[in-house]
T-cell receptor, first 112, second 110 residues
Framework: DVKVTQSSRYLVKRTGEKVFLECVQD?????MFWYRQDPGLGLRLIYF???????EKGDIPEGYSVSREKKERFSLILESASTNQTSMYLC???????????FGPGTRLTVL | SQQGEEDPQALSIQEGENATMNCSYK?????LQWYRQNSGRGLVHLIL?????RKKHSGRLRVTLDTSKKSSSLLITASRAADTASYFC??????????FGAGTTVTVRA
């Protein structure tokens, strides 16, 4: 079974802090994705990566950056956390962009 | 922007009944997927239907796709308490990214 793990289930940070969310997949998938999920808005794509060291902006990249130094790991970085970044963050991977995506359990981030 | 939108937003049914939810989308697609999310967890893939398919099933799940109406339906037959979850459709937008709707929340009452 594909396994996607995220570094934390719950995280509380202060405004202005730098926040790292880590995601690791064990199926050698080329593609990895970061979404945020807010009530009534569904999942919105922040960034995705189709290869090591490659990244592309999604629909809402502002305030975020990403890093993919190894194929199995995709990190989401909040350079200076703000309260409007309080959300559920979901990581996913897939063998190709349009195929089934496999999701991690999510990180619920609260920025105070 | 959301390509797919689910309807209804919420659904409450008795155990044993069928649950039907719909997804409408705006532009042409290659395939449409349905996912389930249990409360506070990640999404789990349920079924993928390609644009040249009209019906597909997997266990108690029945999916239809009508590309002329740009819509899909997900039917869960003989519902169980464990089917209580949010259900999302996902479509591939023209720039080859999946776009998820806001979901239908299904509550199955014992």
């Amino acid at each position: 079974d594909v396994k996607v793990t995220q570094s934390s289930r719950y995280l509380v940070k202060r405004t202005g802090e730098k926040v790292f969310l880590e995601c690791v997949q064990d199926m050698d998938h080329e593609n990895m994705f970061w979404y945020r999920q807010d009530p009534g808005l569904g999942l919105r794509l922040i960034y995705f990566s189709y290869d090591v060291k490659m990244k592309e902006k999604g629909d809402i990249p502002e305030g975020y950056s990403v890093s993919r130094e190894k194929k199995e790991r995709f990190s989401l970085i909040l350079e200076s956390a703000s309260t409007n970044q309080t959300s559920m963050y979901l990581c996913a991977s897939s063998p190709n962009r349009l195929d089934t995506q496999y999701f991690g359990p999510g990180t619920r981030l609260t920025v105070l | 922007s959301q390509q797919g939108e689910e309807d209804p937003q919420a659904l409450s049914i008795q155990e044993g009944e069928n649950a039907t939810m719909n997804c409408s989308y705006k532009t042409s697609i290659n395939n449409l997927q349905w996912y389930r999310q249990n409360s506070g967890r990640g999404l789990v893939h349920l079924i993928l239907i390609r644009s040249n398919e009209r019906k597909k099933h997997s266990g108690r799940l029945r999916v239809t796709l009508d590309t002329s109406k740009k819509s899909s339906s997900l039917l869960i037959t003989a519902s169980r308490a464990a089917d209580t979850a949010s259900y999302f459709c996902a479509t591939d937008a023209n720039d080859y990214k999946l776009s998820f709707g806001a979901g239908t929340t299904v509550t199955v009452r014992a």
